[in-house]
């Protein structure tokens, strides 16, 4: 071998040793992140369902079969409008037999009221001539009597006149008072009238309880009744939902209590629809928690028209603003040294190339991220891979993919990116 190849292989060994010597002692590459004062928004997301303020089951009160059902579910129905029609031919004919005995007892009241007064008023003043005349005889008998002409059992046989005459005049009144109107007769007259205008009532009711109407505007849920079915009382064969604002009810982690408000604003979407988004607003939150699944019910209210494409019970994802910082510096809950929950912490960040420890207190917490109150400023790089020695060289790296989630109505710049993909 030449010399000269063998000053080229001693370089090209001497090259070779350099970069492995250099390669070994290159600080490492973590991945960083760059603070930057963003809006944070830290959300609570749950599922919801579609509900009305008033959900009723229509049933039948009468055992009977079913005529006619005149609605099919998803129809619009008006207060009062037809639902279902049972069979009333019976019925009608027992109406008709009340109506029959309420006109015979107001046939007999006005009757007691007209010509049966009449009559009794009569018949008063017949015995009164009659008891007049009887005395007048039993005055010219007594006279008699006294003088010789007739003897004493003539004068017994006209006072028995007298006694006669004076019971019918009696009778003749007590008829005349009944026939008054505070008269027996017609007061049970006017009860007998009474008890069959409540008996034509009775079966007017039982009559009307074969056509089942609406109790409001509202609409079909459920239909379960055919025509031709026989039907009983206590089974449910309309299910309404009446009209009303919708409300959006969802069952929430009693551990999130203490972030939820009323009147906090809502994000929600169908499962079904996800690309229509809509508003809503926390109407209520329950003031019991369900001890069986350690939740707590809360109601949204949509503050403008609901979706048309909207139904009852369906499934909903609801997002809830729950707190909001317009500016802050928010730092990865894994750049977090200690107890994340605490309220103060620390984080490691590059400072020339080198590795530097630094105290942090800690503001609003998300899942992901946390708001640095004292210990960072806007620019400083936050390191996010495995604990370093403080001293230490290092080398960041910012450039990895940040999955972002822009805050509505605000730019979509990659600080209020990166802030509002911590907020949730």
Same mark, same amino acid.
Do not use: C
């Given at each position: 071998?030449?010399?000269?190849?063998?000053?080229?292989?001693?370089?090209?060994?001497?090259?070779?040793?350099?970069?492995?010597?250099?390669?070994?002692?290159?600080?490492?590459?973590?991945?960083?992140?760059?603070?930057?004062?963003?809006?944070?928004?830290?959300?609570?997301?749950?599922?919801?369902?579609?509900?009305?303020?008033?959900?009723?089951?229509?049933?039948?009160?009468?055992?009977?079969?079913?005529?006619?059902?005149?609605?099919?579910?998803?129809?619009?129905?008006?207060?009062?409008?037809?639902?279902?029609?049972?069979?009333?031919?019976?019925?009608?004919?027992?109406?008709?037999?009340?109506?029959?005995?309420?006109?015979?007892?107001?046939?007999?009241?006005?009757?007691?009221?007209?010509? @049966?007064?009449?009559?009794?008023?009569?018949?008063?003043?017949?015995?009164?001539?009659?008891?007049?005349?009887?005395?007048?005889?039993?005055?010219?008998?007594?006279?008699?009597?006294?003088?010789?002409?007739?003897?004493?059992?003539?004068?017994?046989?006209?006072?028995?006149?007298? /006694?006669?005459?004076? /019971?019918?005049?009696?009778?003749?009144?007590?008829?005349?008072?009944?026939?008054?109107?505070?008269?027996?007769?017609?007061?049970?007259?006017?009860?007998?009238?009474?008890?069959?205008?409540?008996?034509?009532?009775?079966?007017?009711?039982?009559?009307?309880?074969?056509?089942?109407?609406?109790?409001?505007?509202?609409?079909?849920?459920?239909?379960?009744?055919?025509?031709?079915?026989?039907?009983?009382?206590?089974?449910? $064969?309309?299910?309404?939902?009446?009209?009303?604002?919708?409300?959006?009810?969802?069952?929430?982690?009693?551990?999130? $209590?203490?972030?939820?408000?009323?009147?906090?604003?809502?994000?929600?979407?169908?499962?079904?629809?996800?690309?229509?988004?809509?508003?809503?607003?926390?109407?209520?939150?329950?003031?019991?928690?369900?001890?069986?699944?350690?939740?707590?019910?809360?109601?949204?209210?949509?503050?403008?028209?609901?979706?048309?494409?909207?139904?009852?019970?369906?499934?909903?994802?609801?997002?809830?603003?729950?707190?909001?910082?317009?500016?802050?510096?928010?730092?990865?809950?894994?750049?977090?040294?200690?107890?994340?929950?605490?309220?103060?912490?620390?984080?490691?960040?590059?400072?020339?190339?080198?590795?530097?420890?630094?105290?942090?207190?800690?503001?609003?917490?998300?899942?992901?991220?946390?708001?640095?109150?004292?210990?960072?400023?806007? @620019?400083?790089?936050?390191?996010?891979?495995?604990?370093?020695?403080?001293?230490?060289?290092?080398?960041?790296?910012?450039?990895?993919?940040?999955?972002?989630?822009?805050?509505?109505?605000?730019?979509?710049?990659?600080?209020?990116?990166?802030?509002?993909?911590?907020?949730?």
């Amino acid at each position: 071998m030449s010399r000269r190849a063998v000053w080229l292989f001693v370089a090209l060994a001497a090259v070779v040793a350099a970069l492995a010597v250099w390669w070994a002692t290159r600080p490492p590459t973590v991945p960083a992140v760059t603070l930057r004062a963003a809006p944070l928004v830290r959300t609570l997301q749950f599922s919801a369902r579609v509900a009305t303020p008033s959900r009723v089951d229509v049933g039948s009160t009468l055992t009977g079969r079913v005529v006619q059902v005149a609605v099919d579910e998803g129809a619009q129905v008006r207060k009062g409008e037809l639902l279902v029609r049972l069979e009333s031919d019976e019925l009608r004919a027992v109406l008709a037999q009340a109506q029959a005995s309420e006109h015979q007892a107001a046939a007999r009241l006005a009757g007691l009221r007209s010509t @049966g007064r009449s009559a009794a008023q009569a018949a008063v003043e017949q015995a009164e001539s009659v008891l007049l005349a009887a005395q007048a005889e039993l005055r010219r008998t007594q006279d008699l009597v006294a003088q010789g002409f007739l003897s004493e059992s003539r004068l017994d046989d006209v006072r028995r006149v007298v /006694a006669v005459a004076q /019971a019918q005049l009696d009778s003749a009144r007590a008829q005349s008072a009944a026939n008054a109107d505070a008269g027996t007769d017609v007061a049970q007259a006017q009860a007998q009238l009474a008890l069959a205008r409540s008996t034509t009532a009775a079966a007017q009711a039982r009559l009307a309880q074969t056509e089942l109407s609406a109790p409001a505007d509202a609409r079909v849920l459920a239909r379960t009744v055919e025509p031709g079915q026989i039907v009983q009382p206590g089974r449910a $064969l309309l299910s309404l939902a009446l009209a009303g604002p919708l409300q959006l009810e969802a069952q929430v982690d009693e551990r999130y $209590l203490e972030q939820l408000q009323v009147g906090q604003l809502a994000s929600v979407v169908a499962d079904a629809f996800p690309g229509q988004r809509f508003a809503a607003r926390v109407q209520s939150i329950a003031p019991l928690v369900d001890a069986q699944r350690g939740a707590i019910e809360v109601k949204l209210a949509l503050p403008q028209r609901a979706p048309e494409f909207l139904r009852e019970d369906m499934t909903l994802s609801v997002e809830v603003e729950t707190a909001l910082r317009e500016r802050a510096l928010a730092v990865p809950v894994a750049a977090l040294r200690g107890d994340p929950a605490a309220a103060r912490a620390a984080v490691l960040v590059e400072r020339d190339g080198r590795v530097e420890e630094r105290p942090v207190r800690l503001g609003l917490r998300t899942l992901d991220a946390a708001e640095v109150l004292e210990g960072l400023a806007d @620019g400083d790089t936050v390191l996010l891979g495995p604990a370093l020695k403080p001293g230490s060289r290092v080398r960041t790296d910012t450039s990895g993919p940040v999955v972002a989630k822009a805050r509505k109505g605000t730019a979509d710049d990659m600080g209020s990116t990166i802030g509002n993909a911590w907020g949730r």
